[in-house]
């Protein structure tokens, strides 16, 4: 995901929020451990949910991340969401303007 974030041109800093989906809630605590570790200076607001499960069983929790930049004064929302999968590969998908609640 910091990947990502770096290729639009933006830094952690600019994350204004994150939601951590898992599919199995007893194992939130390892999930905040590696978000933590990634995002300890920043500390955006944080959701962790539960969910049912995800287009590939295999992945285990979703993390999606709201940020923002300027442009000529005007805000800009975008989202990241990354998807890792069993063996730790993820397949992230990016899109920048329009409406951040809209589906990816």
Known sequence: MAQAI???GLTLQNVIRT???L???SRWEEAARAHGEVFATVKPACTFVEVKGFINRE???ELEAD???KRRGEFI???ERTCPGKQGHAAHVKRFGGNPSGGV
Request: hydrophobic share 55%.
């Open 6 to 8: 770096i290729d639009a």
């Open 19 to 21: 939601r951590v989906m």
């Open 23 to 25: 599919t199995d809630m």
């Open 59 to 61: 992945w285990l929790v």
């Open 67 to 69: 940020y923002g930049a």
């Open 77 to 79: 929302p975008s989202i």
